[in-house]
């Protein structure tokens, strides 16, 4: 099991007011999957995605990630977690501007104090490995969109994490790009990487394995195709 | 550490308008600073070198009543005053830090004592020994200089310095010529002339009393003829030459004591050798520069902190503009502690190059203040090396606020901006 939720749930304050955003949500995912979380926007997806990426707290409810319950854990100690076990892809790449792909790739690793040969020879590993092998040196506008979002997949997957955490990874990109970069996911998940997609296009969620469909702040239809 | 340092630099240069005018006050107050204090180093080098003269860390001993020297001309020999002998020069030669020692007796400004045909010559008259000139940084620029010969057979042989020469005998050689002094006819035998020429400068009157004095020239004679233009036993002025221009004082000071010992004066005639402390008199008049000039080193101050107010919006703009980026470097693992060093790192850099540029700046706008107002200045390396310091304190303290801005930001708040 690489992920667990049970009965989270999140509400934010308004005001005085409490509204609830997720409702007694339970989630597994196992090692390898590929889950789609889809819903329409303000359906909590984003909300479920950054409980899911550390970044958030629930209200109540229980995270384990790779068997580590995330309850109380200082901001220091998430902050490791998220760049041990997950890999963010955003739906802009969200690249330094001043910083070529290669610095961008192993931008991770310097968190981690790995040494800088080391750094840079693992992060054209992981260029190349997304098909950018001749771009390492280009700064990001140098690059086409889909190209950025590839770096931006290599980053996510450089530190070799638990989970590949995407959220509409293709909602900035043009069909033919955004074909290329479901097809990287399609192959990284071959290879053995776990991946959770978040996306309101059912299209895309036709890509994973298991769909879940949010509405609301609940998850209402679970199942594998 | 050396890395954000890079990225630090690739972003100033990245933002170069933004950040040469972010650093502008840090400049202008660090420029304004080095300048003022190059200055005021310069000034009192200036004091310190001209009361002192060309450097040869001369220090005079001198009978004394009260404060002021003992005036031989005027007054009668003062009872209990004997002549310092050769064994005691020896001593204050010897003493710690000096080098050499030269006993002479002068006579100053005084009509009538030294006369070429008709023409008299109100400079100094001195009686020396053989190493007055050697003490006193002279070198026998025509002719010759006393031999020994010229002491033991009282020889009537009088040597000039220049100023004198040029005045008794303009555009003439002097060698050979005959000079009266005191009706007894003296054969002048050499010209000599400072080692290293020293010109003070002088551009008020008061400069002129504080650092020329009398210079007038000087004629010189062989202290075994004194007794012929003045007086018998007549006690003599010590010339001390010290090592360094810092062991003057000590050296004077114990020297005054050597000679002191011998002397029998009444108790309440308060007459005693004192060292004309030069130092000293530069140090008051340094005194008196500085205090004028660290006011201004306040005010140029005030600029260093609207400079640093100046860092500390432009920290508050980058984080807001970089908040994107913050989000996504949390999100991807920075720690909190990982922020607040990049931008303290950032702010610290950016003054610190304002604190380099302005030291530079500041450093040339000193020479054009020398060059145009004439006076000297002097690099202080303590000084810049502070100033660089300073400026990188500036950067950290006004940059704290930012960075802990930037530090305590939300991710998801962050990645949610556009």
């Not at chain 1, 390898?32 to 970044?55: D, F, Q, R």
């Not at chain 2, 145009?372 to 100033?387: D, E, K, N, Q, R």
Request: charged fraction near 20%; include cysteine; charge should be negative.
């Amino acid at each position: 099991m690489v992920l667990e939720l049970r009965d989270i749930c999140k509400d934010y304050a308004r005001g005085k007011m409490k509204v609830p955003v997720l409702h007694h949500i339970d989630l597994s995912v196992e090692e390898g999957e590929y889950v789609a979380i889809m819903g329409p926007s303000g359906s909590g997806k984003t909300t479920l995605m950054n409980l899911i990426g550390c970044l958030d707290v629930p209200t109540s409810g229980k995270r384990i990630l790779r068997g580590e319950d995330l309850d109380g854990l200082s901001d220091d100690r998430l902050a490791d977690l998220r760049n041990r076990e997950i890999g963010f892809v955003f739906q802009a790449a969200d690249l330094l501007p001043g910083m070529t792909a290669l610095e961008n790739v192993a931008l991770p690793l310097t968190y981690r104090g790995v040494k800088k040969k080391e750094r840079l020879q693992r992060a054209k590993e992981m260029l190349e490995r997304v098909g950018l092998g001749d771009r390492l040196d280009h700064k990001p506008n140098q690059l086409s969109g889909g190209q950025c979002q590839r770096v931006a997949i290599a980053r996510a997957m450089v530190g070799n994490p638990s989970l590949l955490l995407a959220d509409e990874p293709t909602g900035a990109l043009d069909t033919q790009s955004g074909e290329q970069v479901m097809e990287l996911f399609h192959h990284l998940n071959q290879e053995g990487v776990t991946i959770i997609m978040i996306t309101h296009s059912s299209e895309v969620a036709a890509c994973a394995q298991k769909t879940y469909l949010i509405r609301d702040g609940r998850i209402q239809t679970g199942g594998s195709r | 550490m050396i890395e954000n340092i890079g990225l630090s630099i690739q972003g100033i240069w990245n933002h170069k308008l933004r950040s040469l005018l972010t650093m502008l006050g840090i400049i202008i107050g660090i420029a304004s600073i080095i300048a003022i204090v190059s200055t005021i180093k310069g000034t009192n080098e200036q004091i310190k070198q001209q009361l002192i003269g060309a450097g040869n860390n001369v220090v005079t001993v001198q009978l004394s009543q009260g404060d002021s020297p003992f005036e031989m001309q005027y007054t009668a020999k003062p009872d209990g005053v004997p002549v310092i002998s050769e064994d005691t020069r020896t001593r204050l030669a010897q003493v710690d830090g000096a080098v050499d020692a030269s006993l002479y007796t002068q006579r100053t400004y005084v009509d009538g004592l030294i006369y070429c045909g008709n023409t008299g010559f109100s400079g100094t008259l001195r009686g020396i020994d053989s190493h007055y000139f050697g003490v006193n940084g002279y070198n026998v620029y025509l002719g010759r200089g006393f031999s020994q010969q010229d002491y033991d057979s009282y020889k009537k042989v009088a040597i000039l310095d220049q100023s004198a020469a040029g005045s008794i005998f303009p555009g003439q050689n002097p060698l050979g010529k005959v000079i009266e002094i005191k009706q007894e006819p003296f054969t002048i035998i050499g010209v000599v002339a400072l080692s290293s020429t020293y010109e003070p400068k002088v551009e008020t009157l008061e400069d002129y009393y504080t650092y020329v004095g009398n210079d007038s020239g000087a004629v010189y004679i062989p202290s075994a003829q004194w007794p012929l233009v003045a007086q018998f036993d007549e006690p003599q002025i010590v010339d001390i030459q010290a090592a360094t221009t810092d062991d003057m004082t000590v050296v004077g000071k114990d020297a005054a004591e050597i000679i002191n010992a011998n002397l029998t004066v009444k108790q309440d005639s308060n007459i005693a050798y004192k060292s004309n402390d030069v130092l000293e008199r530069a140090r008051n008049l340094q005194q008196l520069a500085n205090a004028t000039n660290q006011q201004l080193v306040w005010i140029a101050s005030i600029s260093l902190l609207v400079g640093g107010i100046g860092v500390m919006n432009i920290m508050l703009v980058t984080v807001t503009e970089r908040t994107r980026e913050i989000g996504l470097k949390k999100a991807i693992g920075a720690r909190r502690s990982r922020i607040l060093w990049q931008f303290l790192t950032e702010a610290a850099v950016l003054t610190s190059l304002g604190g380099i540029i302005g030291v530079l700046t500041g450093i040339g706008l000193a020479q054009i203040v020398s060059r145009v107002s004439g006076s000297p200045t002097a690099i202080s390396v303590p000084a810049t090396a502070l100033a660089v310091v300073f400026s990188m304190l500036i950067g950290i303290v006004f940059g704290l606020m930012p960075a802990v801005k930037a530090a305590n930001l939300n991710p998801i708040e962050a990645l949610r901006r556009e």
